[in-house]
């Protein structure tokens, strides 16, 4: 049970920060930055060091209105079938850049819908990754999955591709709620998914679950909830809506008035995490949850968990490569974003240049403060003299920002000799405390709870 009135006075019910998927936020991310390095920093990644490939298919059959995702609708696989030829391009082309030799540890379809494609679709674009990345011995391959979009044969052939974790969009199970948001998916769509996927092999199923949805309350979610465990997840995250209409237009589909207030999040929020711990799941960063075995649970109890744009990951890789329309690649120096639009994303590709353009160039300080970013989100923790170790020309910055913490939220964390702690009922003010450490994006991005 989290100490409402320290959360109150450090304005969790009234804060909106980043999500700080990565440091600095990609709304900082500059014009032309992307242009000017990707092919510097591809063409100088380390031949014995595997990198992480993310793809992103940014379409989908139904746009449901609560999606912040960078996604369009269509109807026909005609625009997809387009896109996947650009994506094979777009991998050639940065394949030319890399070691002949370079491996792949992770790969990650999402979207949008990777379903979306059909068999033969996914055969084109599956050949064209593994036969250019030889996956390295961890290999892991991950899918985002949109049950009512996911035909047995497009599941079948991701499983013969090695699939070994599919991420599936469950949001809310309660019909009100699901017709508010207009994503209408039933709990049998969603078992018969999860039962073809086991049976595939797929030995690791994470759900997704969102909170502060509209007519959301206590008795809904906790129906929702009693579906979820009976199926088992290993993994879930646990999102709060972020309501953003200004960026995405399709949210003006559900009005404010019917969203819980902050409160009422806070309360959703905080019976979900009861309930998830209550079953067997362990509490990972901020926002997601795993069964004892779950390798996301693992490696945060072995203090190898990481924070990248797709949330939390074991990945080890140091170099995340993104294909596809606004995918975000990270390198040891900074960050890339491909071209946002497909049509332009496109159109780069076809005339031979690389699809990056906005992107970011890390300083000194800004890969102390994104270690300092990592340790808060991943653990709630900050080994100060560690931190100050690791960036020896920023020692002193970073005990100056520990100590700015340290008072700022004095209710909120302990300070050991070694550095602060978020205290355990105060943890919903991690992005709080991230933000105004970094000075990041207070009021720009999504509600803090
Ligand atoms: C990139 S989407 C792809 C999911 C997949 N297409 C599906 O529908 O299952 C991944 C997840 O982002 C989350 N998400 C999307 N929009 C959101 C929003 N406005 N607020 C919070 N979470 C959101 C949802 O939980 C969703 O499952
Ligand atoms: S939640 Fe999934 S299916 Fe719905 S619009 Fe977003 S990406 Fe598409």
New binding site residues.
Partial sequence: MEDKAVLDKYGLFRAKVPRFTSYPPANRFELDTGRRYQADWLTTLPADKAVSLYVHIPF?R???YF?A?R?QGTQTLAPVAAYVGTLIAEIQAVKRLLPPTIGMARLHFG???PTLLDTELMNRLCEAIFSTFAPSPDFEFSVEI?PT?ASDSVLDTLGAWRLGRASI?VQDFEPRVQKAIG?VQSFEQTKSVVDRLRGLGVDSINFDLVYGLPFQTRESLNETLQDVLSLAPDRLALYGYAHVPHMSKRQVLIPSEDLPDTRGRFSLAELARERLMADGYSAIGIDHFGLPNDSLAKAAAEGRLRRNFQGYTDDPCRTLIGFGASAISEFAQGYVQNAVATAGYAGRIANGVLAGHRGYAMSVRDHMVSDLVQGLMCYGRIDTEALAAAHPKMADEARIICAYIATEFSDAVKVSATGLEIREDARSLTRVIASTATQDGVETGSLAI
Avoid: I, N, S, W
């Fill in positions: 989908c139904r746009l449901c999606c995702c996604t979207g949008g819908t949109d979009e969009g994503r």
